[in-house]
């Protein structure tokens, strides 16, 4: 009988979630989008943050903190569906498929690096724990202050601020590698 209960919540919660996916649904699609790098995946971030708030026991409070709350959600969730793909590997750039009508001075392979490093920041985020990603994540993609981040994450600033210098120095590290990589194979 729970089941049922969960599988379809009353009248009055349907409503109010529904009411919720028209007032968030784009904060949470942005948020999950510049962690995720794509909107497939921002889209599963989106589904998963409103079916996890469908399968709650009670409804969503409605507070002040809700924005944050589902900011959270979505950083969450797309760090989850980054740390699931990073099995998956990236494909080397000499195995990459050419582009057609190259711009004069390396666009293609500008591009190519571009997104190689994107992919590699996004890997070490999935390698990290999740305060850390999290903290990053709100601070370089979503431009918040540490001072924010350490609210959101319930810590101090001080304590924000090393979750971050560690992230930057990992993620520092994982672009050197990417460059040395490529300058080996010049």
Same mark, same amino acid.
């Given at each position: 009988m729970e089941a049922l %209960?969960?599988?379809?919540? +009353? =009248?009055?919660?349907?409503?109010?979630? &529904? /009411?919720? *996916?028209q007032r968030y649904h784009k904060q949470v699609f942005h948020a999950a989008h !510049?962690? %995720? @790098?794509?909107?497939? #995946?921002?889209?599963?971030a989106l589904q998963t943050v409103f079916m !996890?708030?469908?399968?709650?026991? !009670? @409804? =969503?409070?409605? $507070?002040? /903190?809700? $924005?944050?709350y589902l900011h959270r959600a979505a950083v969450n969730a797309a760090l989850d569906i980054v740390r699931s793909k990073k099995g998956t590997g990236t494909t080397p750039l000499d195995q990459h498929p050419a582009m057609v009508a190259d711009p004069p001075g390396g666009g293609a392979e500008r591009r190519v690096?571009?997104? &190689?490093? !994107? #992919?590699r920041v996004r890997g070490a985020l999935a390698r990290m724990n999740?305060?850390? +990603?999290?903290? *990053? +994540?709100?601070?370089?993609f979503e431009g918040y202050g540490n001072h924010e981040i350490a609210e959101m994450l319930g810590t101090t600033r001080s304590t924000v601020g090393v979750m971050l210098h560690r992230a930057r120095h990992r993620i520092k590290n994982e672009i050197?590698?990417?460059? &040395?990589t490529h300058h080996g194979q010049d």
């Open positions: %209960t969960h599988a379809e919540p +009353a =009248p009055d919660l349907r409503d109010r979630l &529904e /009411d919720l *996916f !510049r962690v %995720t @790098g794509n909107a497939m #995946d921002a889209e599963d !996890r708030l469908l399968r709650r026991d !009670r @409804g =969503p409070e409605l $507070s002040e /903190d809700l $924005s944050s690096a571009d997104r &190689e490093i !994107r #992919d999740s305060s850390t +990603a999290e903290a *990053f +994540a709100l601070r370089y050197r590698d990417l460059q &040395e």
